[in-house]
């Protein structure tokens, strides 16, 4: 809804709007890569619930910055999206060779 709103703003208010939000994410999203993301496994695994949403709420919003943007998609994302559930149980089964946690 809020997409739908700033798009039918006239151009560079759209602009503008889409791009302060966007700066806003990335704002976010730096430091956690630097501070969250860089952890070790252990410790990363226990401020994953806490935090999963700021690289993702990136993603999802420069995903859908524009209409064009919105029509293309990535090869590998699609790929992968249609053998989730096979891609999930060969990293259990195949990959961790029963050391999983």
Same mark, same amino acid.
């Given at each position: =809804?809020?997409? &739908?709103?700033?798009?039918?703003?006239? *151009? +560079?208010?759209?602009?503008?709007?889409? @791009?302060?939000?966007?700066?806003?994410?990335?704002?976010? &999203?730096?430091?956690?890569?630097?501070?969250i993301?860089? %952890?070790?496994?252990?410790?990363?695994?226990?401020?994953?619930? #806490?935090?999963? #949403? +700021?690289? %993702?709420?990136?993603?999802?919003?420069? =995903?859908?910055?524009?209409?064009?943007?919105? *029509? #293309?998609?990535?090869?590998p994302? =699609?790929?992968? @999206? =249609?053998? &989730?559930?096979?891609? #999930? %149980?060969?990293?259990?089964?195949?990959?961790?060779? *029963?050391?999983?946690?």
């Amino acid at each position: =809804r809020w997409f &739908t709103e700033v798009d039918q703003l006239e *151009g +560079i208010h759209s602009l503008v709007v889409k @791009g302060c939000a966007a700066l806003a994410l990335c704002f976010a &999203t730096c430091p956690w890569l630097v501070e969250i993301h860089a %952890l070790p496994k252990a410790v990363f695994n226990t401020w994953h619930p #806490y935090t999963f #949403y +700021i690289p %993702l709420l990136t993603f999802v919003f420069l =995903r859908n910055v524009s209409k064009t943007v919105r *029509g #293309y998609c990535l090869g590998p994302f =699609r790929s992968l @999206g =249609r053998v &989730t559930l096979e891609t #999930y %149980l060969l990293q259990h089964h195949l990959l961790m060779n *029963g050391k999983s946690k």
